[in-house]
Nanobody
Framework: QVHIVESGGGLVQPGGSLRLSCAVSGTIFGIYDMGWYRQAPGKQRELVARIIRSASTNYADSVKGRFTISRDNAKNTVSLQMNSLKPEDTGVYYC?????????WGQGTQVTVSS
């Protein structure tokens, strides 16, 4: 079975930074892509950023220039560096991976941007 552990969430003031990390373990072969989604109160879960194995990245327009996604293929980890955080970035952030057998989600980590 696949196990996903997210970390790095917390409370930060507007303009501050956080770094989220996601570690994947279990019986897997060839992770096609990894990414981060978020869900704010009263809203649907939305894509924040995705990275394809040593290929390309995709970002939501709202985070371009502020967030950076990175991946360590050997360690099966993905991170999200979040800078210049805004109150509207508040939400639960979920790690997602896609493998040959399907997609998997972490339990989420809370990010709160408030003064």
């Amino acid at each position: 079975q696949v196990h996903i552990v997210e970390s790095g969430g917390g409370l930060v003031q507007p303009g501050g930074s956080l770094r989220l990390s996601c570690a994947v373990s279990g019986t897997i072969f060839g992770i096609y892509d990894m990414g981060w989604y978020r869900q704010a109160p009263g809203k649907q879960r939305e894509l924040v950023a995705r990275i394809i194995r040593s290929a390309s990245t995709n970002y939501a327009d709202s985070v371009k220039g502020r967030f950076t996604i990175s991946r360590d293929n050997a360690k099966n980890t993905v991170s999200l560096q979040m800078n210049s955080l805004k109150p509207e970035d508040t939400g639960v952030y979920y790690c997602n991976i896609n493998v040959a057998s399907g997609g998997y989600w972490g339990q989420g980590t809370q990010v709160t941007v408030s003064s």
